[in-house]
């Protein structure tokens, strides 16, 4: 019998798992909101020959996510998104065909559009380790039209941690507690950039993203993610 209760305690220490030693991963609630502009300018001024491009055409974007992440790494557990999207264009393209001088209506994008909060698989976002956020979502092509994503624009599609850089320790997920940072782009390209006389034209863009994060309790991350689950699956577009 003696011999029973020396053992005893060594197997219940055993028995423990030793993941309940552990602590408990982080849980954030995170918040990336952007917006932008863009527009290419081909001039009023009919090309020579007569066959080119001509008139001009604007874009501009707003998109947010707001979701709940948990590791060291901040990646989604549950997201959802919305975006508003608008563009003109009054390009023509010039050719000539039976010696006479046609003009076709050329990169016409919609007027606009947007999706209401939605929950899609497409919408996440994580840390890559001492470089930066990655966030995607499936919604891209809602901003359509001339030299959408030329000359290196970008922002209306998602964002790499390229264009995210974080410096050395301005965030250690593991000690903070919250983190905030905004990153912006701007394109500025005159004429001279395109060598073809017919299609010279000009082009701007500028873009603006700002990502936050905070660390919740339980609690609070479950009334939160209580709050996300109500949103739709299915996009409301309009």
Not at 83 to 109: A, F
Not at 129 to 152: I, K, P, T, Y
Request: proline share 7%; hydrophobic share 35%.
């Amino acid at each position: 019998m003696r011999r029973i209760w020396l053992v005893l305690p060594l197997l219940l220490l055993t028995a423990t798992p030793a993941a309940a030693a552990r602590p408990r991963e982080p849980l954030w609630g995170v918040i990336a909101v952007a917006n932008g502009s863009y527009s290419v300018d081909y001039g009023q001024d009919r090309p020579s020959p007569s066959s080119g491009v001509d008139g001009r055409a604007t874009g501009t974007w707003s998109w947010r996510v707001k979701a709940l992440a948990v590791g060291y790494d901040v990646d989604t557990l549950i997201s959802a998104f919305r975006m508003d999207v608008t563009g003109q264009s009054d390009i023509v393209l010039y050719t000539v065909q039976q010696n006479q001088i046609r003009e076709t209506p050329y990169c016409r994008p919609p007027a606009g559009s947007t999706v209401d909060w939605v929950r899609d698989p497409s919408v996440g976002l994580f840390l890559r380790a001492r470089r930066g956020f990655q966030v995607d979502h499936g919604f891209a092509d809602r901003l359509a039209g001339c030299h959408v994503g030329a000359h290196g624009m970008g922002l209306y599609d998602g964002v790499s941690p390229a264009e995210t850089p974080i410096a050395r320790g301005a965030f250690r997920p593991r000690r903070d507690r919250d983190f905030k940072d905004t990153w912006t782009q701007e394109i500025s390209l005159d004429r001279t950039h395109e060598s073809d006389p017919s299609s010279a034209h000009t082009f701007q863009a500028e873009g603006t993203i700002t990502i936050s994060v905070r660390r919740l309790t339980r609690r609070s991350a479950a009334a939160f993610k209580v709050r996300l689950r109500r949103i739709p699956r299915t996009p409301l577009v309009r």
